[in-house]
């Protein structure tokens, strides 16, 4: 499985459009990390957005999550406003993982 | 039946059937329902009107501050208080930061502006610091300002920066008057007037005060580490030289129309260029400030500040450089160096202030020597000049209510 995290807007909108994604591979990872990702993604992937946009927010971030496994991608995207709290802690796992 | 009181008819009749009275053959039916109809339109304005009296009465919160704490969570609801208007200083530095950026924010809008606090009624102010764990950003929630620690890495504590606090805050001034939409050309109006803002309380706040000559023009010069070679987020004086480097990448921002970066209107997109295309009118702003000198929060922060109220949601660059000629002319005299100063800024980032607009300054200047030779064919030409005027004061104003018209839901 692979999980793709981009980061779009904020204050450094700038910066943040010539940074490439990071790109997590689980079979890189050892198992306990591994089967800690799978289940955080299965429950990002489950959980809808916590509120709707208001429209109203500025330079908010929004995150876009894709994950390929087995010939499927699934396209997660949620913002600041918006995100569930486990698309938030996905998100923050794969923010601390380091780079590639 | 009908005496001069008609107390039947002045309490509970419908307005249908005093409307068919109206019609009646009977003149003192006719009179009776009229003046029943009169009064209770009065009375229907002086409840208007007082209802209007008495919110006006209501006492301005002017802007009292509440600086809450995240504790690295994403939880609002769950932030504790760190720091209230008239509370004790705290001992964590981004609640007092925080608490005095938005002290400042407030007090330059009084000052500067007259404006009582982000909506003109003494909306309170609330901001949240140590949102989210390593969070790189600081934003506007609609209501509110959110601010990250950063991640130490790249950058740190955005309560550092003055300007940011401004910039955020601004936001919410943008959306009480223009309502600018947060796309494309709207939206990159929206992000430039939180710069120009933002720079303004930084210039306005500073110990001494800044003229614009004095200022560095800078956005988020403060909140990066220090081992990143980045001179800030944004630059208003050189739009694309912020920052160049093998970690953050080049500058994306444009400092003239024919380099205007086209970009999807999606969230990858930035909302079609929203924080890149603001480039241009940071510009436009930093060279008027330049052509008329002082201080830029004077004759070029009041001018912006008039044409950003007489936006509407959908003001794109041509329609605001418009607005911003007409005020400066409005209020500092046509053809005048504050009226130069904007035409020539615009100028020099590819925008041409309408024609219309300025034959109508022109013809206005032409008039003045004109005035003192008293023949009929001199004021022939100058009720012309007075009629293009009206005319294209007209033309703006249909233009901004189609234009209002296009931005209501049907």
């Given at each position: ?100 | ?60 919160s002017q802007g009292r501050r509440t600086i ?14 760190g720091r209230t208007e008239e509370g004790?200083t705290s001992?964590?530095e981004s609640v007092n930061r925080a608490f005095v950026g938005l002290g400042k924010t407030r007090e330059f809008y009084k000052e500067a502006l007259d404006r009582d606090s982000l909506?003109?009624?003494g909306m309170r102010l609330n901001g949240?610091v ?8 600081a934003?506007w929630?609609?209501?509110q300002m959110?601010f ?9 504590d955005f309560t550092k920066s003055l300007d940011v606090i401004a910039h955020e805050l601004t936001h919410g001034v ?19 007037i939180s710069d120009v803002f933002g720079s303004l309380v930084k210039q306005w706040a500073a110990t001494p005060k800044q003229?614009?000559?004095q200022a560095d023009?800078l956005i988020g010069a403060e909140v ?71 201080y830029a929060w004077q004759?070029?922060g009041?001018?912006?500040y ?105």
């Amino acid at each position: 499985m692979k999980v793709i995290l981009a980061q779009h807007g904020g204050q450094a909108a700038g910066i943040n459009l010539n940074r490439p994604p990071k790109v997590i591979d689980s079979a890189a990872l050892d198992e306990p990390k591994a089967a800690e990702l799978k289940r955080l993604v299965a429950a990002a992937s489950s959980a809808p957005s916590s509120a709707a946009s208001s429209g109203k927010a500025r330079d908010e971030m929004s995150y876009t999550i894709t994950i390929q496994d087995q010939g499927r991608e699934t396209v997660l995207s949620q913002s600041d406003t918006t995100m569930s709290a486990d698309f938030a802690k996905l998100r923050a796992w794969l923010q601390r993982y380091p780079k590639n | 039946m009908f005496s001069n009181h008609c107390r039947c008819i002045n309490c509970i009749t419908p307005p249908h059937i005093l409307k068919k009275l109206l019609e009646n053959s009977d003149s003192r039916i006719r009179d009776a329902a009229l003046r029943t109809l009169l009064t209770t339109s009065r009375l229907r304005g002086e409840r208007t009107i007082r209802g209007l009296l008495a919110s006006a009465a209501l006492v301005s919160s002017q802007g009292r501050r509440t600086i809450s704490d995240c504790g690295n969570s994403i939880s609002l609801p769950a932030a504790t208080i760190g720091r209230t208007e008239e509370g004790p200083t705290s001992t964590d530095e981004s609640v007092n930061r925080a608490f005095v950026g938005l002290g400042k924010t407030r007090e330059f809008y009084k000052e500067a502006l007259d404006r009582d606090s982000l909506d003109g009624n003494g909306m309170r102010l609330n901001g949240y610091v140590h949102y989210d764990a390593s969070y790189n950003n600081a934003f506007w929630d609609g209501s509110q300002m959110i601010f990250g620690d950063g991640d130490d890495v790249l950058f740190t504590d955005f309560t550092k920066s003055l300007d940011v606090i401004a910039h955020e805050l601004t936001h919410g001034v943008t959306e009480f008057t223009a309502g600018l939409r947060y796309h494309k050309q709207s939206g990159a109006l929206n992000e430039s007037i939180s710069d120009v803002f933002g720079s303004l309380v930084k210039q306005w706040a500073a110990t001494p005060k800044q003229t614009a000559d004095q200022a560095d023009w800078l956005i988020g010069a403060e909140v990066f580490t220090p081992d990143i070679g980045a001179d800030a987020l944004r630059s208003m004086k050189n739009p694309g030289k912020a920052y160049n480097n093998s970690t953050l990448g080049r500058d994306p921002q444009p400092d003239h129309m024919s380099k205007y970066v086209d970009m999807p209107d999606t969230d990858a997109g930035d909302h079609g260029g929203v924080h890149i295309n603001s480039g241009i009118p940071n510009k436009a702003f930093y060279l008027t400030s330049i052509g008329i000198g002082g201080y830029a929060w004077q004759a070029p922060g009041q001018i912006w500040y008039a044409a950003l109220q007489a936006s509407t949601s959908t003001t794109d660059f041509q329609e605001f450089a418009d607005t911003t000629y007409l005020k400066a002319g409005q209020m500092y005299g046509s053809q005048g160096a504050e009226q130069q100063a904007v035409l020539s800024a615009w100028k020099e980032v590819g925008i041409r202030v309408s024609a219309t607009l300025v034959l109508a300054g022109t013809t206005a200047r032409m008039r003045r020597p004109m005035a003192d030779i008293s023949n009929g064919r001199d004021e022939d030409q100058a009720d012309v000049a007075r009629k293009i005027e009206q005319l294209t004061g007209q033309l703006a104003t249909l233009s901004k209510q189609v234009a209002n018209l296009r931005s209501k839901p049907h």
